[in-house]
Structure formats: C-alpha cells, structure tokens
C-alpha cells in the first residue's frame, strides 16, 4: 500500500470487519471514500482498534488473544503480548507506551524499546493515561469490593482513590481527553446507566440516556464536553438503538439518528463535528452498515456496506497548534511554544494552557546532583516527593523532574528540565554549565523535546 497523506481535519477511521472472509483491521477515509483492508488473518470478531495519539500506529487484540501493534502505512505488525479478550488498550501521550491489565497487573509496555514493567492491582480493569503521562486513572475494588476509580503515578506510588461509590460494579470507565472528568456505566449489561464524575470534587452526574436504561459504548469528544452513545429500544417487534448525545453533566440530551441494531458503538470525528456509528443489522446481531451523522445537521448517510462490522474507532487527526518560536542569546537556547502564549516576564510567558520560564546553573558536575537539589529545595515548589528521570537533550545531560499530588496549588503544576550546556555560557560575571526550564506538566517534555541550543 502506497503512503497517503493524513486528512487532519477529517481523520480515519479503522473498523473491524470479516467483509474479506475474516475478521480484521480494514480502514476506511471519509476524505475519498477508499477502504482498505489492512490486516490478514490477525483480527478476531472482538477486535477493537485504538489508535495512537499520533495516529501513526493502531494497537488491537487479534487471534490468540494476542496485542498487535500496526502501523496503518507500511502494514508492518508487531506482537508483544497475550492477554484477555475486551481488555481497554490504551495509548500514553506521547504514543509510546501501552497501558493494559494483566494477571491482576497494571503493565506499562514501551512499544518502541519492547520492554515493560508492571504495578500490582488485583482486579484491575480500564486503565488510561492522564494527559500529563505521568498518572494514570483506572477501575478497582475498594476494601469492601466495590469498585471504586483510582489514580496513581506511573511509577506505582501515590495511589488515591477517586470515588466513593455504593452502587456496586462499574464497566466502560473512560477518561475525558482533558482528564478533569471520567464517565463509567453500571449496574451491569442489562440495565446499563452512564454517569461522570468530576475528578476534582467527586461530585457524580447520570446522564438521562434511553427510555429502557440500556445505554451502551459511551464516547467523549475531542473537546471533552459531550459524550455520545447507543441507546436501546424497542418498537414491535424488534429493537433498535437511538445515537444520543449529552452534556457532561446532563440536561442537554439529543437524537441524532437511529439504527436497527440492538446497539452500536459510536466513534467521534477529530474536530467533534461528526459521528460514526453501525447499523444494518437486520434483526440479525452483526452489523453490516457503517454510518456518519453530523452533530449540528444531523443528516446521517452510509458511507460503507457489506460483511459483518463488529467495532469502529476514528482516529485523532493530530492537528498542529499554531507556534512561536522562543530564542534567547543570553540563556543560547531555542524552542517552540504555543502561539496564544505571551510574555508575562522578562524570561516567563503565559497562557490559558501553561506557560514557561527560562534561567541557568552554576553548580558542580554531577548533574544528578544538581537536579535532587533543585527537585528538593526546602521550600518543596514540587511537592514532598518529586520524580526525577535522568534522560539527555541534544546528547546532553539532562533530567525532568515532575511534580508529586501534594504539590502546593500555587505553582500551577510547575515541573522542570535541567541540561547540561555543551559549553558553559557567560552571564554577566557568572558561568552557568547547566540550563534550566520551568514549565506546567503537560507541556515540559514536549518543549524540552524540542530544545536546541545555540
């Protein structure tokens, strides 16, 4: 298969069908209509697609119950793993690490190295990543074996529980894309009630969904303010599903269009303007229709007919934030930032998404040395128990150090990055060897990814 340049506004969508004799991966581009079939004899019936936040890459539990990493361009697969069948794969950030439960483990898989790690977590289920990558949110019993919501840092410290919930089990826990809300349904299959829960104060909304309390495959949008799903009802002498969508916290329900299946999952475009869902089942239980609904004109049209379809995900379409470019003669570094930042300081800028700072070191040469000093200052700007991960930038020295939860509020989740200057840079008087950049969490590795000096 040829290369194809990747619609950022329109995105992909890779579905599962057995539309080629066997269940696999195919994908489908709503930019041309062209469908292609991207794996052979790796996919099973409950294979589910999740793709990269890059879109580079597709992860799926295939035949034997094995993880299948595949790149959706060259075709290339890797296997790295056998796990459960319907286990939530879920993709770090930065589209290098896979999140799973297995064996009553929290794994940590390095897809680009093959190695991995786990954290203990008996009964263990929906695992994912907050946007920061350094915490990661999932489903487990409480002492008493209800299952309640917790966080906890990659590096398996600093477990919270999130919830207090007394309703019993929770299934098809999901984080919204911002990580400030996350959705789950319960009781069980055949009453099935989607609710959310505010992660910052707990407080918990139920979402009205369908006259018969069965409302299944709930899904965030990009903007994590609305969520949509399948809602099941019935009109003799069959059922069929309502496409619903919702308000996060309620009261703000809408039909966009129905299917004839019982149920169906749902996938959201990139820029949250539209929704692909199944149909075409036919009193039958396999869908053989995939179909696109507009959020504002409704609309629905199929856009691909014929085998069974059992599972659809819309890839994220990564889209390019505007950027400035911040250089410095006096500090010799060079960096992108984002556009709607400015400058607040004479070496600090500010937005409504972060913001960074910029100064320099002089200190020993142990860097590692330099970094627990900074990471340990008396005044605690990173709470009781910073992490410190010693990596390089630009083949140097370097290390970032990420904020604990007991961080004070005020230093706005302020982590650093500390680099070791290929030669010492002259500051007035001062010689200054190490480089230092202060930035909120979500934005300090991807800055720093991108440091160059001058």
């Known amino acids: 298969m040829q290369a194809v340049p990747h619609d950022l506004v329109q995105g992909w969508i890779a579905y599962t069908s057995d539309r080629g004799g066997t269940f696999d991966i195919w ?3 709503p930019q041309d209509g062209l ?4 794996t052979r004899g790796l996919g099973a019936e409950f294979s589910v697609p999740y793709w990269s936040p890059d879109s580079r890459r597709i992860a799926f539990i295939g035949t034997g119950n094995v993880v299948h990493l595949l790149d959706p361009v060259t075709l290339s697969v890797a296997r790295i793993d056998q796990i459960e069948p319907f286990t939530l794969l879920d993709w770090s950030p930065d589209s290098r690490f896979l999140a799973y439960v297995k064996n009553g483990n929290i794994v940590i898989y390095n897809t680009i190295s093959h190695s991995s790690y786990a954290i203990r977590e008996p009964g263990a289920s929906d695992v994912q990543w907050f946007p920061s990558g350094m915490e990661l949110l999932f489903a487990a019993p409480d002492a008493t074996g209800i299952t309640q919501l917790f966080r906890i840092r990659t590096d398996g410290i600093d477990r919270r529980q999130m919830t207090q919930n007394t309703d019993g089990p929770l299934h098809d826990v999901r ?13 069980g299959a055949s009453i099935s009630i ?6 910052a104060n707990g407080n918990i909304y139920t979402l009205e969904g369908g006259p018969l309390a069965k409302n299944y495959f709930p899904a965030w949008s990009p903007d994590s303010g609305s969520i949509a799903y399948s809602a099941t009802v019935y009109q003799e002498p069959n059922y069929y599903s309502l496409i619903q969508t919702d308000s996060r916290t309620g009261q703000s329900q809408r039909t966009l269009a129905v299917s004839d299946c019982f149920a169906t999952t749902v996938g959201w475009s990139p820029d949250g303007s539209r929704i692909a869902y199944l149909s075409g089942c036919s009193g039958v239980e396999s869908a053989s229709e995939l179909w696109i609904v507009g959020v504002k004109e409704k609309a629905p049209a199929i856009v691909l007919r014929g085998g069974r379809i059992s599972a659809l995900q819309w890839s994220p379409g990564v889209r390019k934030i505007p950027e400035n470019v911040y250089t410095s003669f006096v500090y010799r570094v060079s960096f992108p930032y984002p556009a709607s930042w400015r400058r607040v300081g004479e070496e600090r800028y500010e937005g409504p998404s972060g913001f960074f700072q910029v100064s320099a070191i002089s200190a020993g040469d142990r860097i590692a040395d330099v970094c627990r000093s900074e990471a340990f200052h008396p005044l605690m700007p990173y709470g009781s128990s910073p992490r410190i991960v010693m990596t390089t930038i630009q083949n140097q020295e370097a290390c970032f150090i990420f904020p604990s939860a007991d961080q004070p509020a005020e230093m706005n989740k302020q982590a650093a990055l500390i ?9 007035g008087e001062t010689s200054y060897n190490y480089f230092i950049l202060w930035a909120d969490v979500n934005h300090i590795r991807q800055i720093g990814r991108r440091l160059s000096f001058l």
């Open 27 to 29: 994908l489908y581009r």
């Open 419 to 427: 680099v070791r200057y290929p030669r010492p840079v002259q500051i």
């Open 175 to 187: 984080l919204s894309p911002d990580g400030t809300f996350a959705l789950y349904t319960f009781p």
């Open 194 to 199: 989607i609710s959310t829960v505010d992660l």
């Open 35 to 38: 469908t292609m079939q991207l």
